[in-house]
Every structure is written in C-alpha cells, then in structure tokens.
C-alpha cells in the first residue's frame, strides 16, 4: 500500500493554517505583487498577540505602534481571513473615525480571500455568499462589517471587534472628537456573542491622554502592546504571554529595513514635535514636554524671602470620575524677583465643599489676591466669596476676602505662550514635594493631556502677577466687620 505524501504546497498551506505569521508570509504576495515581505520581529508579535486572542488568552487588547509599521494590514485583513479558514461563522465588525479606511480593508480582505491562492488552499472551508464594500457574508453565518465612529451596524452581535484609528490625529484637542470615539467603545463593549470568546482590539497612536486608549487603560483589563518607533528602556513593552521588546539600546529602531535612522528623522521632522511623540513614540506629548518643558520648573534649596503670596484658583464643581479637578496653587513672590509654588491643593468637589477648601486655603495662606477665571463654575465661587464671609474660627465676625475675577480667552495655547518666559525665567517648584511629579507631567503633557487644570491655574496666577503688583500688606488681610 502506497502512502500518499502530502506536496510541498499543501505543506506550506498546512503551516499556513496554524500559524498566522505564516500565513500573513505566504499571503501577503496576493495583495502587494509589486512589494516583496520584509519580514520583522514586530510582525511576529503582532501575530503573537493576535493568535492568543485567537486563543481567548487575550481578550482585550491594545496596539500602539506607528504608521505603516503593517498594523492594518496584520489585523484587519490577514488575521480575520486566517481565522474563517478553521472558524468561518465568527461574526467580525471593523471601525475607524472615517468609514472608507474600514471599508478600504473590507475590499482588501475579500481580494485575499477570492484570490486563486486562498480559494486553492482554503475554498472548502467556506464561500463567500454575500459581498459589498460595507459587508462580507460567508454560508456558514459568518460575517466581517466595516463601519465608522457613530456609524450604521453597531447594533450588531459579534464574536469580534476591531478598533482601527478611532480618532482622527488632527482632533487630539476635540473633547467632542474624544468623547465620540470612547462612546463609540463603550456601545461596542456590550455586543459580544456568549457562546464564543469576545475579542476587542484598539489600534491607535496615542494622541493625547484622553483618547481611547488612555481610556480603556483607565478601565483595566486590557493587554497593551506598545512599540515606540525608536526603543525607550523605561518604556519596555512586556505582556501576560511572555513578550518582551527585544531591543537593548534607548534609540534602537523598530523596523530598520524599512524605516531607517533617516526615514525616521525625516518623519519626524514633517510631524513636528507633538506628531512626532504621538505617532511615533506613542506618547500624547514629547518626554521633555511641549509648550512646557519639565525643566522650566526650577528647583530650589530654600526659599528666599517671600514678599506676599497670590492663589490662582481653576475651578470644576463636580466630583464624579470623569469631571476635571478644582486646583488651587499658593504662589509666593520672592525677593528675588522668583515666583514660587508653595502648595497645591488638588480634588474633585462639588461646590459647597469647594467654597469652604477656598476659604480654609485662604486662612492658612493669607494671599493679597484670589485669582479665579471669570467663567463657567469659577462664576459661582466667585459671586460666593465676594460676600462677606462668616469667620470659621471667629464667631459674630465677617470677613471679606481678596477676589480678583479675571477673563481670559478661550485659546488654552495662546495662554500660555503668553506665560512661557515667565515660566523659563521665574518659576520655581520644589521637587520634593509629593505633588510635583503629577504637576510636572500635566505641565509637560499640555494640551493633549487628560487634564488641564494645572496650566490653567498656573497660567492664571502668572498673568496677573505679570500686570499686577501689590504691596505687602502691613497687617493680616481679614477685615473683621460686626454682624
């Protein structure tokens, strides 16, 4: 009896199936013929992580590596097209911030799967019944659907769902951008099917603190996968599977034969300094810090004689989770001409507790001057502080305190360019304190931060001290008045 061996090619075919790293290899001549394979350990880890979602070992995951490092093409066409080979009915729904990048990988995916290679390979398996930019249907109930952000088809049940750039790179400072992506994730979350694994996966560059990825980060449970273009020690990328970054040197590139020391310099100069963080270094801003940098914020060993102290209030009256803080820096003006952050108070409040913090800074600090932004909620802590207030320590006595409402526009970043020499020449802030690494990041990260308050009130209390300078008083600063 003659024992059939298999060819070659159903050898290949064979490896194919199992592995998807092989079958991205193999496959990828269908849809580059003009482009040869340059194969990368990147890629492998892309696949890595991909199987062991496969896998259900993983079951949410995040990707953050830069453009045309083959994420898209890795997940959004090669991975779905493998795993229909051995579990055809997986219903699959793909979405981006525009729906012709979804689309144009639906198109991409049922090229590969219609090629003469994957229906000589694969046909058997399954048939596609049902074709259109937006849907694919195969006969065994399986289906892939492309759509966007606040797009049509997100009410379906699937076993997975692919994130792909939720947020355009140019809307990193539109709250409103954000807040649509991140809703966007959060319907999707609940539509998995039960009866096989639910597998989410986010692809993006991180764009600012607040984007998707920042937010499900903040919720946990997700398995991240972030490949800065050029490697950071302090940054090694290591997951639940075993993964770690390979490379050994700050610097070292992630994918050298197609993107080179120059290429990526070039890149990076076309970026700019914030699109250069974002998109290639998976940072919401540049390490050193944007329109701030971290060494601006001088350090000091002792304080020389403050002359008076001014506090600059940015203001938020809600206390839930997603609301931004109420922060309130006491600044003191040296003798030497220096501006110095002596404390910070930072938390989420609703506004009656806000008022009374107010007031308790206030007593303990003893400013010339309040200075809070004349809008939004910093209206109602201004219109309450105003009025006399009741002394907390002194019954049957008033006190008045020292408000200075001031109106500032709209534009965050004119703001502080308007205070950065300043900034580089005047302010100090003790490094010491628990408080300053947090400062220093929300200093640095601006404007793709998750919160701003610390600009705000930081900016706030350098402007007025840059168009005001008052005396120090020769008492305390409560006017005690009868009731």
Known sequence: MKIKLPTLEQIDAELARRSLSEFMRQAWHVLEPQTPF??????????????????????????????????????????????????????????????????????????????EWYQKNYGKNYQLIKTNEQLLTNDKHGFRYATSVGGVGTGERVNRVVNDDLLNTTDAESDAMKKQSIDHMKAMSTRGVPTEPFIQVLMMQRVAEDDPAGWAKEQGGWEELILPAEFEESRRARTKIGFVDPRQKDGELLWPALFPAERIKDIAETLGEYGAAAQLQQRPAPVAGGLIKVEWLKDYAQLPQILYKVQSWDTACKDKQENDYSVCITWGVGADGGIYALHRYKAKVEFPDLKMVAIDLYLSHNPVAIVVEDASSGQQLIQELQRPQPHPHRPGMRMRLPIYP????????????ACTPTIKSSVYVKHS?????????????????????DVDSTTLGVLWLSNNKPRQPKNVTIDLMGR
């Open 433 to 453: 304190e628990p408080w300053y690494q947090d400062y220093a990041h929300n200093m640095a990260v601006f404007p793709n931060g998750a919160h701003d308050d």
């Open 406 to 417: 001031i109106k500032i526009g709209t534009n965050k970043k004119a703001r502080v360019n």
């Open 38 to 115: 340059v194969p990368n350990w990147h890629l492998e880890a892309i696949c890595e992580h991909l199987s062991a979602c496969s896998r259900g070992e993983i079951t949410k995951l995040i990707i953050n590596i830069p453009p045309g490092h083959c994420k898209s093409m890795s997940v959004c066409i090669f991975w779905p097209a493998w795993e229909w080979i051995n579990k055809p009915y997986l219903r699959w729904m793909f979405a981006s911030y525009a729906a012709h990048l979804s689309i144009r990988d639906s198109i991409k995916m049922r090229l590969l799967i219609e090629s």
